[in-house]
């Protein structure tokens, strides 16, 4: 075989395993590969997947792609809605086909997502030295362009000789299906060593299973946790997507609803506890309800749950006030059981933990003063979310408004997806989720142009959830896919809607025309720097400034007809939010298999979402002309003062 023919080979025999509550799953680790071909891997793995094709179409599926980015983003997509089951294999050309994946691979490993890459790579032989795309580095030779995923993968190796490609792969798929380890996974794939012939051992080809490590408390980090628990006054759980991932949100149900011990939850973490169930007080930290923020200033125990504790958690260290804190760190990785001092960091499954501690609490209440705090600042908060989803703002609606509309519109097992601009925030804070797979908003490297193509991935995974259901059951019928994108972000990776279009796959997206960098522009002024540069509007020559011209002309609705999109247009007006809501309606109705629906509809950009009484911390000028950041300055200083270098 050559070694790209024994690498689509071994793909196709690969399955994780996976057991939780006493019942054994088993799937395909990877379902197919995307992949864009160039000089680098046609002849070698496009030749590979042809070849498995003619043979066998279901071995190793293969998808096109229009850019190599979002093919990346599309496996992650789907890695995330199978919590991290499965994923994709990437296959690029040399040169700028591999780098174009750059982003993608940032974004998966810091968000803690298996995806497989395989960049072509230029020849390990160099015998036509130096070919076209190739990189030529004066001082080191031997360096190429995909030497750039480095430092982006959690591993990462160059098959220079076939021989190599047993010990590469195996050891890249340790990797790949670990949870405390797993990323991007990087193998570069020089185009001539591609297409190089290798006698491969049957052994390697065969069917392997690759379990899911879920590894148990050990007794004594049990009891220490219940005794911090007993000991303190103003508990507080923040839970994270290591929750999800786990497959322990009954478990952490259980033991908020036995214990009383309010819940929080992070961007990754939403969807871990129903937003309205008595002990759920929503997000925390700067993009975080008050009600959340409230209980994190007053605790005196903090137990993270599967968090990262990024900076929009912590309120970059301004959440956690009360001075005596401590924290209580469950995680599988213990790179962030150990984050912020904790009292205890408890390395182990998210699950197997959960249910051990609330054996542990029995009998166990939080005082009556914690629940009646809890129960006020819930009602507090929703009232105030009531009131932005229910203002009417003529001509056009709010972001608010907006989110109101969808979330209204959508049913219970629907998944919202979203990644950058101003949308992720006010999701976190206002968006109503009851379903554990319904909420699907990319925060760690919150990468613009995300969206849509993370979309896709997130509904290829819900077709192939309700292909494995029980034939007449509710979770037999695909969950709709909603994805809420800004303009800023539709223009930067919209194209992965050719590929809904060419395969018939049903996506919503609905639109946000603001006409420039909403979030920025926001957090520009809050910073006093007058929203410059984040209008989209023509250029004044005279004072070289695009704040002051026209709008462009540009139809993004239109753009999407272009593509073969079918597109619902929400005209501005009192009837905006009514009519929105229908329009979602109306796109849930249609059936799957018939191709993306994009709603468009504009938007008022200077109206804020309700107010999480919290911080963010974006270093202002320390010195500056302008009396805007003068201005900002002095709120910084005030903010920055709360700041604890060290928490726990």
Sequence with gaps: MTVAQAVVEFLGRQYTVDSIGGADYRERLFPGMFGIFGHGNVAGVGQALKQSSARNPGAMPYYQGRNEQAMVHQAVG????????????VTSSIGPGATNMLTGAALATTNRLPVLLLPSDTFATRAPDPVLQQLERPEAYDITVNDAFRPLSRYFDRISRPEQLYSAFLHGLRVLTDPAETGAVTISLPQDVQAEVLQVPEEFLAEREWRIRRPEPEDTEIRRAAELIRASRRPLIVAGGGVLYAFAADALARLAETSGIPVSYTQAGVGTVPWDAPYCVGAVGSTGTTAANVLAREADLVI????????????SHTAFQNPGVQFININVAPLDAYKLGPSLPLVADA???????ANALEGYRVPDGTLALVAAEKDRWNRAVDLAFDTRSVP???QNEIIGAVNRAMAPRDVVVCAAGSLPGDLHKMWRVQDPFGYHVEYAYST??????????????????AARAPEGTAAAQPRDVVVMVGDGSYLMMHTELVTAVAEGIKLITVLIQNHGFASIGALSESLGSQRFGTRYRTLDRKHHTFDDGAKLPVDLALNAESLGVRVLRVEPGPNAVADLEAAV?????EPEGSGPVLIHIESDPLIDAPDSESWWDVPVSGTSELDSTQQAYGTY????????PLIG
Aim: net charge positive.
């Design 448 to 465: 613009m142009g995300y969206e849509i193509p993370g979309g896709l991935g997130v509904k290829r995974a819900a077709v192939d959830e």
């Design 396 to 398: 056009l609606p709010s």
């Design 585 to 589: 309606a109306k796109a849930k109705a």
């Design 637 to 644: 200083t005030s903010s920055k003062a709360r700041q604890k």
């Design 304 to 315: 993270g749950i599967g968090t990262r504790y990024e900076d929009f958690t912590t309120a």
């Design 351 to 357: 699950r197997k933990a959960l249910l051990r501690l």
């Design 78 to 89: 789907y890695a995330r809605h199978t919590r991290r089951r499965a994923t994709y294999a």
